[in-house]
């Protein structure tokens, strides 16, 4: 007999597959920042600033959902810390 998964775990499992399926997503899409109509349509600059933005929400939601600090004292560290080097590197990319 298969075991019923509680509400809670249930709910947490569901938002799982959706992260899993959102980060497939960004993945495919920030490939497409590495072709030829995407550098018809952004400079180079702007093309690797765009995928390192999408990198920086991807690693957001590795941290607080597969890490598991969505709700934790230290989020608000980690959220910090990616904006932090997020913007530094979007720096760096665009000057």
Avoid: N
């Avoid at 998964?5 to 490939?31: H, M």
């Amino acid at each position: 007999m298969s075991e019923r998964l509680l509400p809670d775990r249930e709910t947490e499992a569901r938002r799982v597959q959706v992260v899993l399926v959102l980060l497939i997503a960004l993945t495919v899409g920030a490939l497409w920042f590495t072709t030829d109509t995407a550098h018809d349509l952004l400079s180079g600059r702007g093309a690797a600033a765009a995928a390192a933005a999408v990198a920086f929400v991807k690693a957001r939601f590795v941290a607080m959902d597969f890490m598991e600090l969505r709700g934790t004292r230290i989020q608000p560290l980690m959220d910090g810390w990616l904006a932090v080097v997020g913007v530094v590197c979007l720096v760096l990319v665009l000057r």
